[in-house]
């Protein structure tokens, strides 16, 4: 029997048992690195979408900074725009008085 050992590929009946041992703690090596894989995956993923949110919500906070810029432009400018007409005004009555007099 002992001259028997090894030849075949087996080692007797024990060897099947501790070959699928073998195999289950392979396998479940191989499941813990793939969920371990999957988790970094995850939280890879969730990293970016983290940095994408805050990246919109700067953009649409500078979109609505330059929003209020631009209608504090816009009304700068009517007001200036109403200075000029005013100062334009009084020039002209100006001249009409030293017309006049």
Same mark, same amino acid.
């Given at each position: /029997?002992?001259?028997?050992?090894?030849?075949?590929?087996?080692?007797?009946?024990?060897?099947?048992?501790?070959?699928?041992?073998? !195999?289950? /703690?392979?396998?479940?090596?191989?499941?813990?690195? *793939?969920?371990? @894989?999957?988790?970094?995956?995850?939280?890879? !993923?969730? *990293?970016?979408? /983290?940095?994408?949110? #805050?990246?919109?919500? =700067?953009? @649409?906070?500078?979109?609505?900074?330059?929003?209020?810029? %631009?209608?504090?432009?816009?009304? %700068?400018?009517?007001?200036?725009?109403? #200075? *000029? #007409?005013?100062? %334009?005004?009084?020039? #002209?009555? %100006?001249? =009409?008085?030293?017309?006049?007099?």
């Amino acid at each position: /029997r002992r001259e028997m050992r090894g030849v075949g590929g087996s080692d007797g009946p024990g060897s099947v048992g501790r070959d699928s041992a073998r !195999v289950l /703690r392979d396998g479940s090596s191989l499941q813990r690195a *793939h969920d371990d @894989e999957s988790d970094a995956r995850r939280s890879v !993923v969730s *990293h970016e979408l /983290r940095v994408q949110r #805050k990246r919109l919500a =700067q953009a @649409e906070q500078d979109e609505e900074a330059a929003a209020r810029a %631009a209608a504090s432009a816009d009304r %700068a400018e009517a007001r200036a725009a109403e #200075k *000029h #007409k005013e100062a %334009a005004e009084d020039e #002209k009555d %100006a001249a =009409q008085g030293r017309m006049a007099a």
